[in-house]
Structures are given as C-alpha cells and as structure tokens.
C-alpha cells in the first residue's frame, strides 16, 4: 500500500517535470522560429554602433551643366559616452575648442546615450576647430564626414535656387521645391561594441551614402551672369528701391535667367534680412505695370480687328477728359496727327484711351484673362503671386481708361513676360518653368525632363506678325532707341510706373521698366528689366532701363549665338547717335586706295609690300566710325 503511493507520487512528478520540459522545449522552438529575429534585433541595439554618415544633396547645373549649387565636405563631432574615460576633462577641453560653456557640454558627454551628435555647435565644424578635436585623441571622441551646401557663384541666381539649413532640408527656392529629390541617403559606420563600449575593430561594416538626384535647370549661366552684373551696375548708379530682370525663350517658357535686388548669400543666409530671403521679386512683386502694358492692349485691338495700326489715325492734343478726369500725355501739347503705330512709338496715353473704348471692357477684359492676368502662372517656384485686375462689374470708362495705359491693375513681371512671350511667339501661351530635367548622378541618365506646356492660344499668327514689326519700329523710331543694336533687330517698348502707396500715386517715385525681343523679326528671348524708383537720374525710362536692357541684349546674342539679320528698320538717328559704316572689301587695295574708302576710320597695318591681304574686321561688317580697321600688306 506504501510502496503503491510512492509510485504514484512519482508519476505525478515525472508528467509534471514532463510538461514543463514540453513547456520549455515549445517556448524555445517560438522564439528560434518566431520571435528570433526581434530578440536578435534587439541584441544588436544593445551592443551596435552606427557613425553617421551625411549624403551629398544633388547638383543643380544651368543648361549647360555649370555647377549653381555644389557640395562640400565638412566634419562634425559625435560622442560615444560609454568609451569616454574622463569625462570632466574631455567636456571642459571640448568647450574651450567650440567656444561654448562647460555647462553646456556637459549635457553631451554625460549623457546617457549609445551616440550624442553635438548639435549645432558640433555640426560643420573648420578645418582648424576640427584639427584642435583630433589632437586630442580622446577615446569616444569622434570626427565624422559631413556634406554641406555650397553655392560657388554666391549670390547669382539665390532667390530661385534657395538655401538649405543645418540638417541640409531645403528651406526656400529649388531647394525646398525639389527638396525630395536633391536630398540623398545617409550612411553610416557601423560597428559592434563590448560591454563598456569599445570597438569590436573585425566587426566594422562600410555603408555608403547615397548622392542625392541631380537638377538642370533652364538656366544660361552667360545670361544669368549679365543680369547680375547689370543689376549691381543699376544699385551702384541709381540706388533703388529695387530691381529685376527676367529673360524667357518665348517658344517654350523657359527661363533663360532671373534675379533681381536685394538680393543674399545662400552661403550665409542667416546673416541676410528675412524679407529680402523671402521674396523673389520676378514672381512675387505685383504693381502697375505702366506702358509696357500697351503691348497687351495693342495685340489685342489688332486681333479684334478694331485698329489698323498703319492706316487709321489718332490726333492727340496733349489730353483727354474721361468721366470728368483729365487723362494727360507725357508730351506737353501732345503729339497731334498719328498714326495708331505711331501712338503706339510715342506711348500716347490718349490715344491708347481711344484704343481701349473702341475694344470695350468686355472684349479688352477677355484678352488679359486670355492672357493669363490676374492668375499664377503656375511656374515651379514657390511663393508666386497673382496680381490684381478690376472684377467686370466694377469697370467703368475711368477703369477701362487706365487699363488701357497700364494703370489702375497689378501684374507681376513674370505674367508681362509670359503674356509678352504669347505676343511674339505666333499666340501661344506657355507655362514658364525652370527646372529642364532631373537625372540619377551616377549614370547622370535622366529620370523626369519637363518640356513645354502649352496653356492656350491667344491671337493669331498674323496679329503676332505685326506685334513684332510694331516693337521693332518702336526701338528704331519711338521710345526704346536706346536698346537699338546696330545690325540685329531688335524690339521693345518702355514703360514708367507711378507708384501707389495708401491709395495715393506718390510724387517722383516710379517703377521704370523696359520688355524687349530679340531677334524681332523671330524672337530667341523676351527681357523685362525693372527698377524701383531709381534716384539721381531722369524720369524717362527710356534713359533708365533700355540702356540697362541694351548690354542684356548684347550677351543673349552671344549666348543664344543669334547671328545678324538683314531687313530691319533703320534707326532714326539722332544728334548724339554713334555713327556706323559698313566695311569694304580691301583686298588688293594700295593703303592710300583703302584709306578713300573707309575714311573716318583709321587704319592699322602690319607686314610689307604694296597691297592688302588680309583685314579685320571682315568685308559687310559695321564699325564704329572711330574704330579702328586692320590690315595685313604684302605681294
């Protein structure tokens, strides 16, 4: 009976000692076949390392592939606490180098953490500050490779391009617009460490970061870099309150450059004024455009048919009365008999009055619709503007007056230029945009592009047609002479701005501004210059801005490698014009034969014998009547 219990109590114990060993045996078969790759996760927290390692973000190139916005490698500091063996030491030598308080560093070395980045004071660290760190040789002191943002032309083309901030996210401009593309993938140094946090040096593994994607913009570095130029030419001779430029090839929307004043380093971004970061005045900028506005009106009055701007007829005696206000012309005394061309190369407020009642609101209304006034443009840069236009119902003949003429609305220079492009191009608009393409950086094949887009059409062909002759003619016979490039066609139209504050026009104080094309009879670029109430100097923006526009000019033809057109209308000289003369051929001439022929200019020869071989500049080309021409004699 004894021995019946004791063998009982034992096969209880053994089937109990059996169910928990099956317990066991199950619980280790989970987690080897279920929860194994967790706990190992969770291991390799408790005894990896990894040293960051930042991407380079993504080129951005002009057209040509000019580097706009590069890369440069810098260091920063990153701790390891547990491997750091005197911490009060390393703290206080650490904020002696970076010019902190000890207090402050504390909070880094002491902290309880696997990995302290030192941030901001440790990030992008000189070389000098750096080179102080590694002569140290702390243990748990390390230096990493860090990429940052470097914009080696400085201020050129900072409003479109933007900044980046510490962490390398792009803040404004392309940077923040494309921010996901441009940014890459982090690498990193990882490693495996002991108990106290010392490196297991066979268990290193290399993981390499990942360039960002790489950008090619519209972008002409030629044109973009004679913008700038001019534009710090127009704050050295006028002091303005601002200034811009934009330059588009009018058959695509492209934009071929664009910058304006203030401008900023993106290298230093922190140290320019916030306002000044924030607005890209090609864009954003929205006032009365003044007379370069009559171009919309005039395309528009063609195309209704309503004028025929070589027959028809305005007689201007100096001013109009519209709904009891007096309307003025520039002119005292007005221009008298004209025709509607002519209205248009004198800028005839008055006659642009007429223009605007014989299309009438709606149908006036309809074309800046049509052209995309009053709308963004939709370019792909942040912080554009719409502009304002007067809602239907609130145009009465006052309004519709000063519409005509340019006054009472609010456009942006980006919506004249695109509207202008329209004009030019045959009648159609295009959505203006700047980014060309987008490529992997290794293989640099691409991965998007981005093409023209047409919006819509606006006026025919034929009104185009005659919209270029009408702005030739006004540079070599009206208002815009002063951009008239002698042997290339060139067209335009200028335009002076009273400026509005609180409601009221403010005295003396314009925007003057200039549109042109070129080459007129088939336009490579449409450019718009504008400055802010430009001081010391004449209130006429054809001494102001078509000047400005006319050295612009010059470097899109060797740009864009426009070559001279035969045909244009010949400028109306005046009193202090420079004198050209077409060069001859000299080639077998005697030097007294030569002179005859290109007297005023002088000549200059080298070699011996009795006769030209050789002269520069070539036969058909046009000098300056003081220039000088060479010659080579021999036999």
């Not at 007096?326 to 002119?331: D, H, S």
Request: aromatic share 8%.
């Amino acid at each position: 009976m004894f021995s019946e219990k004791i063998d009982e109590r034992i096969r209880i114990l053994f089937l109990v000692l059996l169910f928990f060993l099956v317990l066991i045996i199950a619980r280790v078969l989970y987690i080897q076949l279920f929860n194994y790759r967790m706990l190992n996760d969770k291991a390799n927290d408790l005894w990896s390392r990894n040293l960051p390692l930042a991407a380079d973000r993504g080129l951005i190139l002009d057209r040509n592939g000019i580097i706009l916005a590069d890369n440069i490698t810098t260091t920063s500091l990153v701790l390891i606490p547990s491997q750091i063996k005197n911490k009060e030491e390393v703290s206080l030598n650490l904020s002696k180098i970076l010019n902190v308080s000890k207090e402050e560093m504390d909070k880094h070395v002491f902290k309880e953490t696997s990995i302290e980045r030192v941030h901001p004071e440790g990030r992008q660290l000189s070389y000098d500050i750096a080179d102080k760190i590694d002569n140290l040789k702390y243990d748990g002191v390390y230096l990493v490779k860090e990429s940052k943002r470097y914009y080696p032309n400085k201020e050129m083309l900072s409003h479109v391009l933007g900044y980046v901030g510490i962490d390398n996210q792009g803040l404004s401009g392309l940077e923040l617009e494309y921010n996901s593309y441009l940014t890459g993938a982090d690498g990193a140094i990882k490693y495996f460490s002991d108990a106290k946090g010392n490196s297991l040096k066979l268990s290193d593994i290399y993981v390499a970061p990942q360039q960002g994607m790489n950008i090619t913009l519209t972008i002409d570095y030629n044109i973009q870099t004679s913008i700038e130029r001019e534009l710090d030419n127009v704050v050295a001779m006028f002091n303005p309150d601002m200034a811009l430029a934009v330059a588009m090839d009018p058959s695509t929307g492209e934009i071929l450059g664009m910058s304006s004043r203030p401008t900023y380093d993106p290298n230093n971004y922190k140290e320019a004024d916030i306002t000044t970061i924030n607005r890209n005045l090609p864009i954003w900028a929205s006032y009365e455009p003044g007379s370069t506005f009559k171009i919309i009106t005039t395309a528009s009055a063609v195309e209704e048919k309503v004028v025929d701007l070589f027959k028809d007829t305005f007689d201007d005696s100096g001013s109009v009365k519209v709904s009891g206000t007096r309307i003025g012309c520039w002119k005292s005394g007005g221009h008298g008999h004209q025709t509607f061309l002519q209205v248009l190369e004198n800028s005839c407020n008055p006659g642009f009055v007429r223009l605007g009642f014989l299309l009438g609101k709606e149908r006036l209304f309809s074309y800046l619709d049509l052209f995309g006034f009053g709308n963004k443009t939709g370019i792909d840069l942040n912080g554009e503007s719409e502009g304002i236009i007067f809602p239907l119902n609130k145009v009465n003949d006052l309004e519709l007056a000063t519409t005509a003429f340019g006054q009472g609305v609010s456009v942006t220079p980006i919506q004249q230029v695109t509207a202008v492009s329209a004009v030019v191009n045959g009648g159609s608009l295009y959505k203006p945009y700047i980014v060309k393409s987008i490529q992997e950086p290794e293989t640099n094949s691409v991965i998007k592009s981005f093409d023209k887009q047409l919006v819509r059409k606006t006026i025919s062909k034929e009104t185009s047609d005659i919209m270029k002759y009408a702005l030739e003619s006004v540079v070599a016979r009206g208002g815009g002479k002063y951009a008239y490039i002698e042997g290339y066609r060139v067209g335009g139209k200028t335009g002076t701005a009273q400026k509005v504050e609180n409601g009221k026009y403010l005295v003396n104080n314009y925007i003057m501004s200039f549109m042109s094309i070129i080459p007129a009879n088939d336009p490579k670029a449409v450019l718009y210059v504008a400055i802010d109430n430009p001081k010391n100097t004449a209130l006429l923006s054809s001494y102001t801005t078509a000047p400005v526009a006319r050295k612009i000019l010059l470097d899109i033809i060797d740009a864009l490698h426009i070559e001279k057109q035969d045909g244009g209308i010949v400028k109306e000289k005046e009193w202090n014009d420079i004198q050209y003369i077409e060069v001859p051929d000299l080639t077998g001439l005697t030097i007294k034969e030569a002179k005859g022929k290109v007297y005023p200019c002088e000549l200059d020869y080298s070699g011996t014998g009795s006769k030209i071989i050789e002269q520069s500049p070539l036969p058909g080309e046009k000098v300056d009547i003081n220039s000088k021409i060479r010659i080579l004699l021999g036999e």
